[in-house]
């Protein structure tokens, strides 16, 4: 994690199209490709035919460009960072993990999404799913109640996750988000800003692992608010 200064004036920079009300539908338009991508998938499915799958349902609803990669992750590779190339043939399992993460840009305005699936009955598979949801929320609430910095966000996340009995990887922590390109601004974490970030213009991710099995959770939305979640 970087410490240096950043210019909070710079980084949360927006471009000349950016629109709330189109970031949001954006969002939401994300959100349910993601839950779209996971109904898809099956016990028995090969992971390399869901990312395909998952790259044509984007394409159905117009999402062509996408900013980042498609990510649809089964099992041992539910644990790779962000980046980083899949263990080939992965096929999913009657009692597996899954999460998916899209990026997509639909018109001029850019989303990301990401969640996480569980098949069968393994419980530890269950409470790291659900525990990456309800880390999200928690290190949310500490952004929107003490404002703190997105540095602090993720040494507090860091902290929690660890409570919980998982480590957080904190290569994927956080980024900006906007009308395209948002990297015209920030390239970087959002773990390495000094200041509070501004809610509509970040994601806060969030990928936990179990400390000693092969298999992680993934959850990402967009940084607002209590009343986006009710």
């Not at 994300?30 to 109904?39: D, E, F, R």
């Not at 997509?104 to 990301?112: A, C, I, R, S, T």
Request: hydrophobic share 40%; with cysteine.
């Amino acid at each position: 994690m970087n410490t240096f200064k950043i210019d909070k004036s710079r980084v949360e920079h927006v471009g000349q199209n950016f629109n709330q009300e189109e970031m949001l539908l954006v969002r939401q338009k994300t959100i349910a490709v993601v839950q779209q991508i996971i109904a898809n998938c099956k016990p028995g499915m090969l992971e390399e035919d869901a990312v395909e799958m998952a790259r044509d349902l984007l394409a159905e609803y117009r999402m062509l460009r996408g900013w980042h990669e498609v990510y649809v992750r089964f099992g041992q590779n539910t644990t790779k960072t962000y980046g980083m190339d899949s263990e080939p043939n992965v096929i999913l399992g009657e009692n597996d993990i899954m999460f998916v993460d899209i990026g997509p840009v639909f018109q001029k305005w850019e989303g990301d999404a990401g969640d996480t699936f569980v098949f069968g009955n393994d419980a530890d598979m269950h409470q790291c799913a659900s525990d990456a949801r309800k880390l999200f929320h928690i290190v949310r609430k500490k952004w929107e109640i003490d404002r703190s910095t997105g540095q602090e966000l993720y040494r507090f996340a860091e902290q929690e996750a660890e409570k919980m009995g998982w480590l957080l990887n904190m290569d994927w922590a956080g980024h900006r988000i906007s009308d395209f390109p948002h990297a015209i601004a920030y390239e970087g974490l959002m773990a390495d800003v000094d200041f509070c970030p501004s809610a509509l213009l970040w994601i806060l991710e969030i990928h936990i692992r179990h400390p000693q099995k092969p298999f992680g959770a993934f959850y990402e939305d967009m940084l607002l608010p209590d009343h986006y979640f009710d």
